[in-house]
């Protein structure tokens, strides 16, 4: 039975992002968000859930903080509500706000936890997308004077800012298939948002250097590795293709000041192409401290002539699946971490990976075994990562709580604390005590 030891200074944390937990969604002067609006949609979220109290994480964060310290969380990464902070997006702060997560950090601090700030998790102020949201290279602008704000405010005390979350995610689904809030469908809008969301993301790294604060900032993105179905040139290609798109889309522009050019020719033909100012990639690809990745499942693809666009399909495995219908598959995680390193030479902090099984209480407790089981050759993977010469820094758990999981509403549990959201009971589970011990140990036992 090996155990496997990490670095001295490795960082393990768990994860959240704010119109997940918060609730209090219209309390203390905080402005509407995209994601009020859309889970207020009728039809929009699994049987018409909102946010509206989630975990009550507003109310209840002291609670929340008790717990990641008998977890032994040596880091906490959260989002801050923008709404929150500016309610019209721009212009009048609201002071409330910012006490709000004022009294979290030195809560965090206060218990030697390190908080992580991502500036945007999703909830864009609704009257910014009223003005056009991501679709109006102005809100890369309003984002910056955001992010500034909170550089000002927390700067000194905040050691590591991710400036966006997965980006492709708010401009595919929330823009191009309208799965998410806004819920528009237009794929050239897409690709749009996503060059203004890459602005912003750059705007906001300027902001921060200019400032000279002392920490470390970075992106996450997701990403999924990518495999063909099969050695045929077709396959390959295909998943060449997948790559590019589903992965390098986001992060060819910050290291390499371009976009896959396999991806840009797609755009052209079918007239998706936008404009631009060459000057945008010298604010892209300011230099960033670290690349956050978030990492699920596995995508394994074949050549599909009947596909308009990539000309691919995806291929379904028979390996375990997790509740959101994810295959199990850590090998990919080991197998990312090594393509990503070796291309962009870049410190590394996997921001997310989880996974969501049915839990239920029984005798007060949620045996959670399968989840165990995922952190557990999840974390292996990470620690074979290490030695084989990656430079990574920490892990972060997705999630912290069970929460608000975006269009499926409250079906869907991530989390290694149990909430009932009823009652707003939270029960560690057992995956929580799993994690306390590799916490504590700085290691996992293989076996």
Known sequence: MGKLSFPKDFLWGAATAAYQIEGAWNEDGKGESIWDRFAHTPGAIFQNQNGDIACDHYHRYEE????MSEIGLKAYRFSVSWPRIFPEGRGKINPKGLSFYERLIEKLLEKNIKPVITLYHWDLPQELEDKGGWLNRDTAKYFAEYANLLFYKFGDIVPIWITLNEPGVCAFLGYGWGWHAPGKKDMKGAFIASHNLLLAHGLAVQAYREGGYKGNI??????????????????????????????????????????PKVIWEILEKNHWNFNYPTSDWNVISIPIDFLGINYYTRTIVAYDEQDPYLKIKRIPSLNEHTEMNWEVYPDGLYDILIKIYKEYQIPIYITENGAAYNDTVEDGRVRDEKRIEYLREHI????FAIRDGVDLKGYFVWSLMDNFEWGHGFSKRFGIIYVDYETQKRILKDSAYFYKKVIEENRVIED
């Open 64 to 67: 929340d903080i008790e717990m």
């Open 218 to 259: 970075g992106i996450t993105v997701n990403v999924a590795t990518v495999y063909p179905a099969s050695n045929s040139e077709e396959d390959i290609r295909a998943a060449e293709r997948q790559d590019a798109y589903g992965n390098r889309w986001f992060l060819d522009p910050i290291f390499k000041k371009e976009y």
């Open 380 to 383: 292996k993977r990470v620690y």
